[in-house]
């Protein structure tokens, strides 16, 4: 059973500023057609489409240049969709982060480094992902490419995860802030696990809010909502 997900939303306002040249969304998916791409089996939930040109509208709004495509846990080890859409946008302006699958070869490999594929995701909330004993396998095939490892966790599996992360030999991504929220009972334990991985000089972490809030969707489900919320997110 899977859940379904708000579509996007219908109109995408302009910024009071516009991003600063050669900005980079640094994280979203392509969803695309579901007889193209069909979603894996078993998959959390089930999204609606979510074009590159969808995103690109969106993004020349905004003034953001370049992009990362990140492969979303519903494609499984099939990276064709994610593919597909950084060879549409060329490399001059994309990078890709894929999951692999058991049988992939070094000449795959090279073959997704051409392609401008420079980060291997490791999801461990969602269906689908790849499970953390494959981490340091993974790890030690893409060094050599200079590749980093995007980890999606729950904030929660983070202090026991971050000795692990500490020791890949590749630099490190942490998706949507870890999903720390500050409501957890060991929130101090998943902040400081956070904490010391982002001092070590390898790892990054993504800005994003909404992962983190305790609120569902408090800042877009309704317009009449929206007047009444002290935060808006865009």
Not at 50 to 77: C, D, F, N
Not at 158 to 164: I, Y
Not at 194 to 213: D, E, F, I
Request: with cysteine; glycine share 8%.
């Amino acid at each position: 059973m899977t859940i379904s997900c708000l579509p996007a939303s219908v109109v995408a306002r302009p910024p009071r500023h516009r991003a600063p040249r050669l900005s980079c969304d640094c994280h979203f998916h392509v969803f695309g057609d579901s007889v193209a791409y069909p979603f894996s089996v078993p998959r959390d939930y089930t999204p609606p489409g979510a074009s590159l040109e969808a995103w690109q509208e969106m993004a020349g709004i905004l003034g953001l240049e370049r992009m990362v495509i990140v492969q979303p846990s519903v494609y499984g080890t099939d990276n064709r969709c994610t593919l597909d859409a950084l060879q549409a946008v060329g490399v001059e302006r994309g990078r890709a982060v894929v999951v692999l699958g058991d049988g992939v070869s070094d000449a795959d490999l090279e073959r997704l480094n051409a392609a401008g594929v420079r980060g291997v995701r490791f999801n461990l909330v969602n269906a689908g992902g790849l499970t953390p004993d494959r981490v340091a396998a993974v790890a030690r095939r893409v060094a050599p490419l200079g590749w980093h490892l995007q980890f999606y966790v729950d904030g929660t599996q983070l202090p026991e995860l971050a000795p692990t992360i500490a020791k890949m030999p590749t630099p490190v991504v942490i998706d949507h802030m870890g999903q720390i929220r500050s409501s957890s009972p060991t929130y101090r334990k998943e902040l400081n696990a956070m904490l010391t991985l982002m001092s070590n000089g390898k790892t990054w972490v993504k800005l994003c809010g909404y992962r983190a809030s305790t609120e569902s969707y408090s800042y877009c489900v309704t317009k009449s909502h929206l007047q009444k919320s002290d935060t808006w997110y865009y």
